[in-house]
């Protein structure tokens, strides 16, 4: 029977008071937010464990949870699994900034036009972009019928489980940059969206998995630049459209994927509070910036790893 508890190597990014004053752990390389499980609360060394990493910014041994949201155990790791950690977890070069955001005040008519409104430097490493929504819309389709929970055998392997959104958008997302970038040659970034005010998070209601509410402390999907013919304007325009098969059923615009994760009937501090747009390279947020996965190690290994689980 498959299971979301894992041991792995992680680094914190952020400890925090959550709800009912319980002590939440934002970890880099998980998207969930953490509490400590009961039993490992009740030893003090799990607690000074995470705050020393989070202190001197080295990576600790966890074994978590990610159905319930707990840390199971803490513990110290070998040198030999530093070392891999170090080797497989390369920092990205000059990252752009994270912004902060206030998602009630963007003008959607406005927000995703690149030339106009969106004019993150990454967008200048690359120039070949998609050229109309209907290719757009089949780069979707074919990400999206990578789904684990769809029988095979598949194009792309392994394949994306999509149907599992509690955890793993930096895999799937870095899957369907390599199908976007060898595939269909385009041009292809990311956007990360970021909870980390107060015990603010991001909540979407999973509609597509069983509807259950899942919270996050950050997302991310690849973001694409599309031509589109707009009527009301003699030429056309470039929008940011994400391809997010895990939240929509069809690439949307960039306004509309960030608007999605804060919905406050699944979390009352539902809020995105900062977002950032980064080379298509970016793995997970890390302590200096983001880190990168060149050879898709890590990537395939949380696919497999997640690949029978499932939302709700």
């Not at 955001?101 to 406005?110: L, V």
């Not at 106009?116 to 998609?130: A, S």
């Not at 909540?203 to 690849?222: E, N, Q, S």
Request: glycine share 4%; charged share 25%.
């Amino acid at each position: 029977m498959a299971t979301a508890r894992e041991t792995d190597l992680v680094t914190v990014a952020v400890v925090r008071t959550g709800d009912e004053k319980a002590v939440e752990y934002l970890f880099n390389e998980r998207q969930r937010i953490y509490v400590l499980a009961e039993r490992a609360a009740t030893e003090d060394q799990s607690a000074r464990r995470l705050n020393e990493a989070f202190d001197k910014n080295r990576p600790i041994k966890v074994t978590l949870n990610a159905k319930r949201g707990t840390i199971e155990r803490v513990s110290e790791p070998t040198r030999a699994e530093l070392e891999v950690f170090a080797r497989s977890h390369v920092p990205l070069e000059k990252p752009d900034k994270i912004v902060p955001i206030d998602i009630a005040k963007i003008d959607p008519t406005t927000f995703n036009f690149v030339d106009l409104y969106l004019k993150w430097p990454t967008f200048r490493r690359c120039t070949k972009i998609v050229p109309r929504y209907a290719k757009a819309r089949d780069i979707f389709d074919f990400c999206a019928q990578l789904s684990c929970n769809l029988p095979g055998p598949y194009a792309v392997t392994p394949c994306i489980p999509f149907q599992y959104v509690i955890d793993g958008c930096y895999a799937r997302a870095h899957q369907m940059r390599r199908i976007i970038t060898t595939r269909y040659r385009y041009c292809c970034e990311k956007v990360f969206s970021f909870a980390t005010a107060n015990n603010d998070r991001l909540a979407v209601k999973a509609d597509k998995w069983g509807g259950c509410c899942v919270t996050w402390w950050y997302h991310v999907a690849p973001v694409i630049r599309v031509r589109m013919k707009l009527k009301g304007f003699p030429k056309p325009l470039v929008l940011a459209m994400v391809i997010d098969p895990g939240m929509f059923d069809k690439p949307v615009l960039l306004s509309t994927w960030l608007s999605a994760q804060e919905n406050t009937a699944c979390h009352p501090n539902a809020r995105v509070t900062s977002y950032s747009i980064q080379p298509g390279s970016a793995y997970t947020p890390s302590g200096s910036g983001f880190s990168t996965d060149p050879n898709y190690t890590a990537t395939e290994a949380t696919l497999i790893a997640y690949s029978s689980l499932t939302t709700c």
